[in-house]
């Protein structure tokens, strides 16, 4: 079971720190990672970080604001977000799976879902 949270309504250039809560599974033995889907788009990839060495990947359109990580303690995945603007609203959810390299950023390969949490970015 994944849940997430953190969301909110922010203005544009604040920051959210989202998490992900796992039970019953261990997310170092997991490919984590985080997806978004605004209205009337598709569920779009955000960031993975890999079960193996712990290796993270970003989309392009969050590069150098969000980071993401996990905290094997805690059992947890967390997403930092800053500089939020306007396009990063969307309802973002964790999975965990063990995609192959290629495919860490298809959807459809992982097994396990958080409910989502919805984060609004305002101008």
């Known amino acids: 079971q994944l849940q997430a949270s953190g969301g909110g309504l922010v203005q544009t250039g604040a920051s959210l720190r989202l998490s992900c809560a796992a039970s019953g599974l261990t997310v170092s033995t997991y490919t984590m990672t985080w997806f978004r889907q605004a209205p009337q788009k598709e569920r779009e990839f955000v960031a993975t970080i890999t079960w193996s060495g712990g290796r993270t990947f970003y989309a392009d359109s969050v590069k150098g604001r969000f980071t993401v990580s996990r905290d094997n303690a805690k059992n947890t995945l967390n997403l930092q977000m800053n500089s939020l603007k306007t396009e990063d609203t969307a309802v973002y959810f964790c999975?965990?799976?063990?995609?192959?390299?290629?495919?860490?950023?298809?959807?459809?390969?992982?097994?396990?879902w958080g409910q989502g949490t919805q984060v609004t970015v305002s101008s």
């Open positions: 999975a965990a799976g063990r995609p192959i390299m290629s495919a860490q950023r298809d959807s459809s390969i992982y097994r396990h």
